[in-house]
């Protein structure tokens, strides 16, 4: 099977860019098939991309016609009776955009019920989510939120790794604890940290220092290319080449961690 990671991060830290920025150095491989997840209600990782969102791009959670024809029940509905294990093989073809050989599906969200609902929307979502880690031989790339709402217990053991994307700062422990916490809870055993932003030595010991028990996946500069793109609304690093060399060393490392 291909391999599959999830990438987590408290707001701010460039999760978002992060998680474009792997996804694109994993397709330069032809030879990979590359499906990044946006499944973070607040990210925007087609923008990292570089996809057009001169087309508005629907949620998965959204088709509402979708939704109440492969589980028999409308959106917006809980209780009663619906499919619980609905068709889903063909969403990722039929709804993902590409660029550069990187399939985008965007998940969406529920919004009624909670994360926990059994409802039409959360039931295609999860069944999204297990056929592309169990049954996919791609690439999958999830840009989570922190929770990982998405991802059930019995997928959540087939992730390969969750990646938490950190600053040098002190505030980092914090978060990296929490999310390692809720991806332990639903089953991920590979759990390691990545630090972003990093200007020098002593910003790779602050992290070294206060996450000493966690194991590090490298370290990708703070780089103005990527400054600039932000502000400008283009993907950094358009010739996915002239990335730093750091990123590319992520990528191999995270290449061994496939079940």
Do not use: W
Request: aromatic share 4%; net charge negative.
């Amino acid at each position: 099977m291909g391999l599959k990671i999830a990438i987590g991060g408290k707001g701010g830290v460039g999760k978002t860019t992060v998680s474009a920025l792997l996804a694109r150095s994993f397709a330069a491989n032809q030879d990979n098939n590359v499906i990044a997840i946006d499944a973070d209600p607040v990210s925007n990782l087609a923008a990292g991309l570089g996809i057009d969102e001169s087309v508005p791009i629907t949620p998965i959670a959204e088709l509402r016609d979708l939704i109440a024809e492969r589980t028999g029940a409308e959106p917006g509905t809980m209780g009663g009776f619906f499919t619980l294990n609905p068709k889903v093989d063909d969403i990722p073809e039929r709804f993902s955009r590409e660029r550069d050989n990187v399939k985008l599906l965007v998940m969406g969200t529920v919004q009624q019920g909670g994360s926990g609902c059994i409802c039409p929307e959360s039931t295609i979502l999860k069944a999204l989510m297990t056929h592309l880690v169990l049954y996919r031989d791609d690439i999958v790339l999830m840009d989570m939120e922190a929770g990982v709402e998405h991802l059930g217990r019995a997928t959540s053991s087939s992730v390969d790794a969750l990646v938490i994307v950190v600053n040098p700062g002190a505030r980092s422990r914090v978060a990296a604890e929490k999310i390692r916490k809720l991806g332990s809870d639903i089953g991920i055993k590979k759990i390691v940290v990545l630090g972003n932003r990093v200007k020098n030595g002593e910003d790779e010991e602050l992290i070294r220092s206060s996450l000493a028990d966690f194991e590090i996946v490298g370290f990708l500069p703070e780089h103005d290319e990527i400054v600039d793109a932000d502000r400008y609304g283009r993907r950094p690093f358009d010739d996915i080449a002239m990335a730093p060399p750091e990123l590319f060393s992520i990528v191999s490392e995270l290449q061994r961690y496939k079940n």
